[in-house]
């Protein structure tokens, strides 16, 4: 599907959980919803993030996450890396091996702008909703409020980032299977908060969309940076493992073969 999304309800796709915590998430509203949340939401005046990180944010994003959000923008400029894996080359370039300047070309032509929001339903990290402007992304409280390590920030906002992509319907979810277990048969939950995943909209049947490419971003980082601390690959390898988790069918185990 191309183009803006116009289902009749509300959609709430990305990493999903009970409807008390979801995770990484994607709207789609009505011409109705979107002349509702105009009216709800006053227009906020945008400030650059500073430090020539040149994407915009509301002026109501607390200044601290501001600061925040710049410092990981301008972190993710500094990695190199000696290779990358072939998907990897599918999504940032085919010529792009781990290199910061193209993971940074890539969310700057995507995200324009970054704001505040409650992404509907106030249980999501952030957001993307496309029929409003489907090149601003939005951070919630439970952005806000959990405390992950910097690479795992980048991950929610490349993830996000995936979803502006118009042309391939903004990359819609999959529902996570019932029960959604391990090996083991534990319950698969959010890393973010912690919430089961089961028959949530918080999977992926395509390779290349938003679970996927930061997986598959997050893995190459693990695998290949050759300036990054231990601690940055060994944040890396964790949540690209947990985001594979999230891949169903044939595409977890593509990714696998490519990069794992």
Sequence with gaps: MTGKLTSVAMLLLCAAATAGAQDFDFVSYTRLHKDTLTARRPKQPVLPLGADVIVPVDA????????QLGEDLNFIKTITGSSASELHKRVFGANALVDGGAYYGFFVSRVKAIGLDDCGSGAAVACVIPFLDSSKMWITQNYIKFSH????RLMVL?????HTEDEHGNWRHASCPTPFQDEQGHNYASIWTGSSLAGQPACDTSTLGSYGSSTIMLKNIAKFCTNCTEKVRQDAALYSGDQLNRMLDNAKESIRKDVF
Aim: charged share 35%.
């Design 60 to 67: 109501d994003v607390p200044a601290d996450v501001k600061k």
């Design 149 to 152: 390590p910097q690479i795992a």
């Design 158 to 162: 490349f993830h996000e980032s995936r």
